[in-house]
């Protein structure tokens, strides 16, 4: 089971941080990674953490402004997001890859594709 938190809304260039937390099985094995879903899109990759937390992976256009990390030892994930762009709104999905020992770059490559689970999401609102 994943649980998001930390959305909310803002203004254009402020921050937020986002957190998972991951329970049920042993999510430290396993890459983990954060998406976004916008009105009227479909669910996009957003920034990916390998399972032991030593390479990340992000989507272009969140190069530079937002930053993926994980304590397996607390079975957290987080997304440190700043200067929100109103670009930025959607809500933001925790996901677990379904591949043992998968790396952030996999998990961002396969996209959607091999996410075994999902968070129920965190709305963020970035306004002008």
């Known amino acids: 089971q994943l649980v998001e938190s930390g959305g909310g809304l803002v203004q254009a260039g402020a921050s937020l941080k986002l957190s998972c937390a991951a329970s049920?099985?042993?999510?430290?094995?396993?890459?983990m990674g954060w998406f976004r879903q916008a009105p009227g899109k479909e669910r996009e990759f957003v920034a990916a953490?390998?399972?032991?937390?030593?390479?990340?992976y992000y989507a272009d256009f969140v190069k530079g402004r937002f930053t993926i990390s994980r304590d397996n030892t607390q079975n957290m994930v987080y997304l440190q997001m700043n200067s929100l762009k109103l670009e930025d709104t959607a809500v933001y999905y925790c996901?677990?890859?379904?591949?043992?020992?998968?790396?952030?770059?996999?998990?961002?490559?396969?996209?959607?594709?091999?996410?075994?689970?999902w968070g129920q999401g965190t709305l963020v609102t970035v306004s002008s």
């Open positions: 953490v390998g399972w032991n937390g030593d390479d990340t």
């Open positions: 049920g099985r042993t999510s430290s094995i396993y890459g």
């Open positions: 996901a677990v890859d379904k591949r043992v020992f998968s790396t952030a770059q996999a998990m961002g490559v396969a996209s959607t594709r091999t996410v075994s689970s």
